[in-house]
């Protein structure tokens, strides 16, 4: 998982802060920030993160690492 900024297939963007571990589970989360708005942190499974949505009948990746 690399840290950065990242693309949501909705077009929004965030910052990549790091990848944190449930403290029972050990399951792996992204930590991310939202570069509008608020600036919130967010929380998301790893493989939901990297995970792929269905748009228009396609398979799309969920969030993409922008290039700098």
């Known amino acids: 998982m690399k840290t950065g900024n990242h693309k949501h297939y909705k077009g929004k963007k965030y910052k990549v802060i790091g990848i944190a571990l449930h403290s029972e589970t050990k399951e792996k989360f992204v930590t991310y920030q939202s570069l509008h708005g608020s600036k919130k942190l967010w929380l ?4 939901m993160f990297t995970g ?3 748009v228009d009948g396609r398979l799309v990746s969920r969030f993409k690492i922008m290039k700098k």
């Open 44 to 47: 998301r499974p790893l493989k």
């Open 52 to 54: 792929k949505v269905k």
